[in-house]
C-alpha cells in the first residue's frame, strides 16, 4: 500500500485558476497538494493555445497564456504545493475530518477539505469527421499552436468559426507563406473587433477567406498533406493548396470519475453554493470553468475571485474553532 500524503487542501486541476487557489489557501496558511493529468501545470492554457494573448487579467493590457502561468508558478513558490502531475484522481472518500483521495498512479492523498477546479473534466479536440485525419496528425493536421514559429512559411487552413479560429488566424498570418480561413457562413462566432481586423487582413490580401465551404477531405501521402479539398452545401468543391490543416471545432468534454463522485451535476457542471463555492458534499468545493450556479461568468478573473471565496470557506474546516481575521495581503505580506 503507498504512502498516505497528508495536506490541508487538495486541489483537483492545475490550471491558472488552480495556481492562484494555491496562493489564496498559502496565504492563510494552509498547505496544499496539487493533482493534475496533464504532464506539466498550466491546464489548457498551457496545453492548448501557450502563445495565445489573453486580455482580460488586470494589470496585463496582454499577456500570453505560457507568461501567467509562469508567473503564478513564481507567485504561488514561496508556500511550496506538492504536485502530482500525469495522473487523475479516481477516487475520493469521506475519512475521518476529510477526504482520501486515490490516483491512477496509485497516488494516496488525505486532505481536510478538496477543491475542484478541473476546468471543464477531462477534454480533447472535436476531430473533423474526414476519412484518414488520423494519419496526418502531428505531422500536417494539429488541434492547437504550441509554438507560432512552427507554422513559418506554412500554406496553412484554419476550419471554426469560433474565437480559436479566428485569433489564430490574426496570429499566424504574418508568418504564414498562405492562410485559408474556411467557415460555412459568412458570420463568425468570434469577438466583433477579432472578426474585423481578419476582414481588414483579408481585403489586403493576406488571408483568403473560404466562404461558404466545409472541409470535405484530404489530399496527400498519409502523412504530409498536399491539399485540403472544400464542398459547399450545393456539392461545388474546390481544393485548396496546403500542407497545414488547423481544425478548431472547439473540445470535447467529459467529466470522468467527478461524475461519480455523488455530486450535484448540471450540464456537465458542479452546481455550488455561490457564496462559499461548496458543493452538495461536505468538504468538497468546485471554482472556475466547472462550477456553475445562477449568473455565472466564465471569465478567468472570476475563478481568481471564486478561489479566494473557497479558501476562506474552506479555512473553518482546516483550522476549526478557529477565529480568521482578514487582512489584505500588503498590510500582512506574504507569510513565511
Request: glycine letters at 10%; hydrophobic letters at 45%; aromatic letters at 8%.
Amino acid at each position: 500500500m503507498s504512502e498516505i500524503h497528508q495536506t490541508d487542501v487538495a486541489i483537483i486541476g492545475a490550471g491558472p485558476v488552480g495556481l492562484f487557489a494555491v496562493f489564496e489557501c498559502g496565504m492563510l496558511k494552509m498547505r496544499c497538494h496539487v493533482i493534475d493529468t496533464l504532464e506539466e501545470a498550466g491546464g489548457q492554457c498551457a496545453a492548448l493555445y501557450p502563445e495565445k494573448p489573453i486580455y482580460d487579467i488586470p494589470g496585463f493590457p496582454a499577456i500570453d497564456a505560457l507568461d501567467l502561468v509562469k508567473n503564478l508558478e513564481a507567485q504561488i513558490a514561496p508556500f511550496q504545493p506538492v504536485f502530482h502531475l500525469g495522473q487523475r484522481v479516481e477516487g475520493i472518500e469521506a475519512q475521518g475530518e476529510g477526504c482520501l483521495l486515490s490516483t491512477s498512479k496509485g497516488v494516496r492523498v488525505q486532505a481536510k477539505a478538496v477543491l475542484i477546479v478541473a476546468g471543464c473534466g477531462a477534454f480533447g479536440p472535436n476531430r473533423p469527421p474526414l476519412e484518414g485525419i488520423e494519419s496526418y496528425e502531428s505531422e500536417s493536421v494539429f488541434y492547437l499552436v504550441k509554438r507560432r514559429e512552427d507554422f513559418r512559411g506554412r500554406r496553412i487552413v484554419i476550419a471554426g468559426g469560433g474565437d480559436s479560429a479566428v485569433d489564430w488566424a490574426l496570429s499566424l498570418a504574418p508568418l504564414a507563406g498562405k492562410l485559408y480561413v474556411v467557415h460555412r457562413r459568412p458570420k463568425f462566432r468570434a469577438a466583433p473587433e477579432s472578426v474585423g481586423r481578419m476582414e481588414r487582413l483579408a481585403a489586403e490580401g493576406k488571408i483568403e477567406m473560404v466562404i461558404p465551404y466545409q472541409l470535405a477531405g484530404l489530399e496527400g501521402d498519409g502523412k504530409r498533406l498536399s491539399g485540403v479539398r472544400v464542398a459547399t452545401l450545393d456539392n461545388q468543391v474546390r481544393t485548396l493548396e496546403a500542407d497545414t490543416l488547423l481544425p478548431f471545432f472547439g473540445l470535447a468534454m467529459e467529466l470522468g470519475p467527478i461524475a461519480g463522485w455523488g455530486l450535484n451535476l448540471n450540464m456537465n457542471h458542479i452546481e455550488v453554493d455561490p457564496a462559499t463555492m461548496q458543493t452538495n458534499m461536505p468538504g468538497i468545493f468546485a471554482i472556475g470553468d466547472i462550477a456553475t450556479y445562477k449568473n455565472k461568468l466564465k471569465l478567468i478573473l472570476c475563478g481568481f475571485s471564486e478561489a479566494a471565496m473557497a479558501a476562506h470557506a474552506m479555512h473553518p474546516l482546516v483550522y476549526p474553532g478557529q477565529a480568521l481575521h482578514f487582512e489584505y495581503s500588503t498590510s500582512k505580506g506574504v507569510p513565511a
